[in-house]
Structures are given as structure tokens and as C-alpha cells.
């Protein structure tokens, strides 16, 4: 179970909390903000790109299989209908055979927070008085 608090003192720059660890997310100037940290959508493709790498990783290490530096690069686009559309491009400093390369990118798409997205999450909201 994951659980975060979020924090917001003033304008659009939010303080973030996870345990022990602490992050800051905000909105860039032009959109109003301070730029004092990453955007949401920024912190959405890092939690992605976070649990395919270490998924990834630790596919490798059951298999005995030496991937070296994992680079997973993602960009999040919007189409004219406002749809999401996330682009995830793994590479790997050690090579791989063909067939490493394809089960990699199966258990990409297996991730849990891929299978989040994919499935959609239902979220409760309310107001605590």
C-alpha cells in the first residue's frame, strides 16, 4: 500500500511526503507557477519510468542476465480530443539478444504501475470537516 500527503501553502508549488522522503511539484511560469519543482504529469511518467526500471531490474537479476545502465525515457502527449498518450523507450548499455530484448519489453508492459494506467484506477474523493 502506497500513501502520500500533499501540501499546498501558497500558489501552485505543492510539498509532497512519502514517509520519510520529500519532493516538491509545481506548475512552470508560463503556466503560473514558480517552477519549483517537477509537474504532476512529470511525477506520473517518473513513477512510471521508476517501477519499469526497477522491474526490469529485477526480471534481469532472477534471469542472470547483465543489462548495465537502464534508461528508460518517457513523454506524455495529449491529442486534439485531450487523450493521453504516454511514449516509454528503454535502452541498455550491455547488449542484449533479440529474444532478451523482446521478453524486456514484454515484462514492460506487465509492470504494476503500466498495468495501473492501462486498467484505469478508481478514485474516491471527499471533503474531511
Not at 6 to 30: F, W
Not at 45 to 56: E, F, Q, R, W
Request: with cysteine; glycine share 10%; charged share 20%.
Amino acid at each position: 500500500m502506497a500513501h502520500v500527503t500533499v501540501i499546498s501553502e501558497y500558489h501552485y508549488a505543492q510539498q509532497i511526503a512519502s514517509g520519510h522522503h520529500r519532493l516538491t511539484s509545481d506548475e512552470p511560469i508560463e503556466r503560473g507557477g514558480s517552477d519549483s519543482g517537477s509537474t504532476p504529469h512529470e511525477l506520473l511518467l517518473a513513477s512510471l519510468g521508476a517501477c519499469t526500471s526497477i522491474t526490469l531490474r529485477m526480471y534481469a537479476g532472477r534471469k542472470g542476465w547483465e543489462l548495465g545502465k537502464i534508461t528508460v525515457g518517457l513523454r506524455y502527449t495529449t491529442d486534439a480530443e485531450e487523450k493521453g498518450h504516454i511514449d516509454r523507450r528503454l535502452s541498455f548499455s550491455k547488449p542484449l539478444t533479440t529474444e532478451q530484448t523482446q521478453r524486456l519489453l514484454e515484462i514492460a508492459g506487465k509492470t504494476p504501475v503500466t498495468r495501473n494506467l492501462m486498467a484505469g484506477v478508481k478514485i474516491d474523493t471527499s471533503v474531511i470537516q
